[in-house]
């Protein structure tokens, strides 16, 4: 395990040629295989961004290769990243729906609380806790915006990434930055006069 | 454009920002992850209902619904005096017998407000079986509007149920929902069994070990395997 800045590689250039950008009905396994492995680390990383709760992103980077897989065919060239990026983002948002109806279903009182009962660092807690008001305050932002900060902020994108990925002008993603980071401020400094005033 | 965490704290806020921000870090690239969805890919998907059902029961509960909605409105329109009232035929035992009616569609008996929400499809309510007016399955002087109430599909039927559980306490009826009939399948199945076990251990009928030891079985790696051992794990003592 290891955590790196992303590696832009594989958003400059799609890894997978010819069939893909030809448009060909046929994609091998290898292509496929190139396409995973390029891939694979940043559909976490988007995931994650989109507001994937971290226990579920394998589920959702499986669903969005699957997806990826039976579309292949259809894919007509062009920004392969984008276009996976967009297929993580509508697999996000149905996962994050069955995601709501699950928490709702399974906020068991007194049952499966095991990480409860755990001896848990200082630092451990400190850090989950900043985590988890990050996730209150994120999740209050527009979802553009939320995405452009998580993106630019914390997984270490470039606003040119962003850029490509979203299909906007780079000026557009700056502004959706601007925005977020006043909100987010705005946002945070509620949070502590609320903390204050409790 | 620089980023918020290579910009200098100037103030307590900034430096709170900053620490969240640190604190969430970006996504730990793990290679074992990598090869474990990738095995997962090749692993043959398992046979989900098709989503159409849930649909289909969604359609036919809104058109109970909006059928029992509209003959409240008219209910209460003819309570104010809005249009003359209709004679209570199911009151006067006149309702037509079968075969003797003389119109395909038969216009609703009035019902008093009271009654109009139980018109309304209830999800304790046993599966309607459509019967006919006039015919042996349907007393005379039942609310005709009972029989439009759709089934529940599995979706309305996991959620009913989560609610009983949750908001009202009440197990008993949790159970009824998730047990009678058909079992639920489909996408809700592990949520469906979940809550059986959950609503039985609050119950205390003694039958969690049991659903526990299926959960486990059909879901080794499930969400709610945590729960699951731990009803088995109270069975036994």
New interface residues.
Partial sequence: ??????STAALEEPPVQGPIAGGTSFVSPQEFEAL??AY??HV??WA?AFGCPPAD??DV??ET??VA?RRLDQFRGGYVAGWIYRITQHVTRGHRR?AW??R?????PG??V?QARQATPVEAL??RE??R??HD?LSQMTERRRTAFFL?????YT?EEIAQLEGVALNTV?TR?HHA?RD??AL??RA?SEEQGT | ?K???DLPADDR??S??Q???R????????E???R???R??DAP?PVAAPRRGWRVGLALGLLGVSAAAAAGSSAVSRALGFEPPAPDRAAEGTFPSEGKLSAPFVPPVPVPAERVVEAVPSPLSTPPTTPTPGSASMPAGAPTLRAAAPPLSDVAR??EA?KAL?HDGDAERALQLLERGAPVTG??AE?AL??RI?AS?TRGNGRQAKLATDYLARYPHG??R??AK??LSESKQ
Avoid: C, N, W
């Avoid at chain 2, 604190?23 to 793990?30: I, K």
């Fill in positions: 395990m290891r955590s790196v800045p992303p995973y492995s694979f680390h976490t990383r994650r992103i394998d980077a499986q290769f699957l897989r069955r109806l699950r709702v279903l399974h906020r068991a049952l499966g095991s400190e850090q900043a985590r008001q990050m305050l630019f902020e914390i997984e270490g606003g700056y930055l980071r987010f401020m945070l400094a502590e | 454009m980023r918020l965490s806020l900034s709170r920002a620490a969240m921000i604190a969430m870090g970006p996504t730990v690239e793990s074992e992850r990598m474990r969805v990738r997962s890919l998907a996991v959620h989560a949750r996408p809700l949520e979940a809550l959950e251990v969400r709610y945590e729960l731990k009803a």
